[in-house]
């Protein structure tokens, strides 16, 4: 699939790797329309993009959000080759710690909403032969305490990229999933109630555990998103993008 004049539907598209793929893809020529909770944020980078983006405010735990979502994204592009399921929250916390309805909501908006959204759109991804791109994350790989939460949704994810590959494959739907690792996103401040220096300074001290000495960026995790909606013949797959922090190396 070329980028120049596909129709992509990118949610959690205000902030951080949603925000970066849609510039990484409009600069491309891709038609791109973003969605996230927030309408200012939303309307910021739309706007910061240009005419190639449309933004959308909706919630995607929000039956009525999705189908604005899919129904101005198809107005937008013209169609819809390929939807980025980007939007996330976190939830931490020692086992004892977590309550029911904080599990419940973390699994409602990064696995089941995630999983209705792409529903909706198989419909017309499957008139182009398009894509689904998940996000993952390396708490699949490389443990840490008090993320039980975020990791369980993260691995479900995994698994539902794998089973929908396997069931969309033969409407020509491609299903894969992106795993990043430290990345400085606005994820990382609600993850820990920190303002920008706190959260950067954090995720920085992990830069030893990392094979390429260094965090990662939005924009080199974008560059993933774009192969996986690009690549024809690969699907079911995971691509940890994490500059080696899965590898368990140690920083001493």
């Known amino acids: 699939m070329e980028l120049n004049g596909a129709s992509i539907l990118i949610t959690g598209g205000g902030s951080g790797i949603g925000a970066a793929t849609a510039a990484y893809l409009a600069e491309r020529g891709s038609r791109v329309t973003i969605s996230g909770r927030r309408a200012d944020k939303v309307r910021a980078v739309a706007d910061a993009i240009g005419p190639q983006c449309c933004a959308v405010t909706g919630d995607v735990t929000v039956a009525a959000d999705r189908d604005r979502m899919v129904r101005d994204a198809v107005a937008h592009g013209g169609g819809l080759d390929a939807l980025v399921n980007n939007a996330g ?138 192969y ?6 690969t699907t079911g797959a995971v691509m940890d993008v994490d500059g080696g922090l899965g590898l368990g190396l140690t920083d001493e």
């Open 89 to 226: 929250n976190m939830y931490r916390g020692e086992l004892a710690s977590l309550t029911e309805q904080g599990l419940l909501d973390i699994f409602h908006t990064n696995v089941i909403g995630a999983m209705l959204l792409s529903g909706m759109c198989a419909p017309y991804l499957a008139r182009r032969g398009g894509a689904i791109v998940f996000l993952g994350s390396i708490h699949n790989r490389r443990m840490f305490p008090g993320a039980a939460p975020y990791a369980a949704t993260k691995g479900a994810i995994e698994s539902v990229t794998r089973s929908l590959a396997a069931e969309l494959g033969e409407q020509g739907i491609r299903v894969n999933c992106v795993a990043p690792g430290a990345v400085f996103t606005e994820i990382n401040q609600r993850a820990g109630l920190l303002d920008d220096a706190q959260a950067l300074e954090r995720l920085q001290g992990m830069s030893g555990l990392h094979a390429l000495g260094r965090i990662g960026t939005p924009a080199e995790v974008a560059e993933a998103i774009a």
């Open 228 to 233: 996986f909606i690009m690549a024809e013949w």
